[in-house]
């Protein structure tokens, strides 16, 4: 099979890159396709240069590596969205910058990318995992042009990651000992699902002993109040502080609950300058070779819901990935009332976003 990554000359395409060919994701025979994302990139050569410069570094294991900026020609069996406008890491800049002007900015790369593939690809369509933000509008409009079943948002997949890690951090276990999930929006609308917890070696008694102590009297009803107020106290740090106010930031998040950590610590770590490039094509480069491989496996991610779990529109939930999506998980009956009623809530505002920022007949 072959993997394409649309803004491949970005941070965040060049590591996914990167991991792909170090974990040898690929044949020496398949293709890893370089995509520019920008046809009014000033920098049309890069790719040629970093494609030389992994051939050198990985000779012995490297796939055949193509280039091109022409979305006609893009070839993956598996398509990567990373390319577009994302917030600024100047401190000066915290507080004013938004979804709403990514969405703007974003809109146009989804949309031509999403077109030329429906085109050239309508007889053979990729899998499209959507790393760019707003993650849910690139969803829906690959969605509009794609079979449903082959756009995946790589937003509750990665916060389901994180969500694993900082329950198994304050354990002090591994974080493949934890199942768990974050659903809902990649944004102030996701919703920690604790109810999904568990932990390999752990009987449900313990955790019943032990969950309360790692979510510190935050209930589920309390998050988005919570997690508002934090973020507003991060942004405090950061901007009045531009030389040690991320730092500060970073210390602040760590006495935080984990579910909390989830959203806002790397919110902390992109205005060190740092950004979350690493962490971010970590776990997509683990979806895609999850999606290489075809195995049956349930995963948390964004999907265009028509109407599972009574849920519409792209909201982030919990799948049962074989290549493709097989189906939704049903989950209602196993979460909690407040964490069906946030997760419902956030799906509206979504849909309502989605229609602000893509006016379009349906």
């Not at 970093?50 to 070839?75: G, K, M, S």
């Not at 369509?125 to 959507?130: E, G, S, T």
């Not at 935050?218 to 030389?243: C, F, K, N, V, W």
């Not at 106010?245 to 740092?274: E, M, N, S």
Request: proline share 6%.
């Amino acid at each position: 099979m072959d993997v394409s990554i649309v803004g491949a000359s970005g941070g965040c395409g060049r590591e996914i890159v990167t991991q792909i060919v170090q974990q040898r994701l690929l044949e020496n025979r398949e293709i890893l396709q370089l995509v520019g994302s920008n046809p009014r990139s000033r920098r049309p050569h890069l790719l040629h240069g970093f494609r030389a410069d992994l051939q050198d570094a990985y000779a012995e294991i490297v796939p055949e590596l193509n280039v091109t900026d022409d979305p006609e020609r893009i070839i993956g069996d598996v398509v990567v969205i990373t390319g577009g406008r994302t917030f600024s890491t100047a401190p000066a800049e915290i507080g004013s910058a938004s979804r709403d002007m990514l969405a703007r900015a974003n809109v146009e790369v989804f949309e031509r990318f999403a077109r030329s593939l429906a085109r050239t690809r309508s007889a053979d369509p990729p899998v499209v995992i959507v790393v760019t933000n707003p993650v849910e509008l690139g969803v829906a409009i690959f969605a509009r042009f794609l079979p449903r079943t082959h756009v995946i948002g790589m937003g509750a997949f990665s916060d389901s990651s994180r969500f694993r890690w900082e329950i198994a951090s304050d354990l002090g276990i591994r974080r493949q000992r934890v199942r768990g999930f974050m659903l809902g929006e990649h944004g102030n609308g996701m919703v920690p699902v604790w109810s999904s917890v568990r932990v390999q070696g752990m009987t449900e008694a313990e955790w019943r002993l032990v969950e309360p102590g790692l979510r510190r009297g935050l209930r589920t009803e309390e998050y988005p109040e919570a997690l508002l107020r934090h973020q507003r106290a991060l942004i405090g740090m950061i901007g009045s502080d531009p030389e040690h106010g991320a730092v500060r930031a970073l210390r602040y998040v760590r006495d935080l609950p984990p579910d909390l950590r989830v959203p806002l610590k790397p919110f902390a770590i992109h205005y060190t300058d740092a950004k979350t490039q690493t962490a971010t094509a970590a776990a997509t480069v683990e979806l895609v070779k999850a999606v290489l491989e075809g195995r049956r496996v349930e995963i948390s991610a964004q999907f265009m819901h028509e109407g599972e779990n009574g849920l519409f529109g792209p909201c982030g939930g919990r799948l049962l990935l074989a290549g493709t999506v097989l189906r939704v998980m049903p989950d209602r009956d196993e979460m909690t009332s407040a964490e069906r009623a946030l997760i419902e809530r956030s799906a509206r505002a979504i849909r309502e976003k989605i229609n602000e920022w893509w006016p379009h007949d349906e």
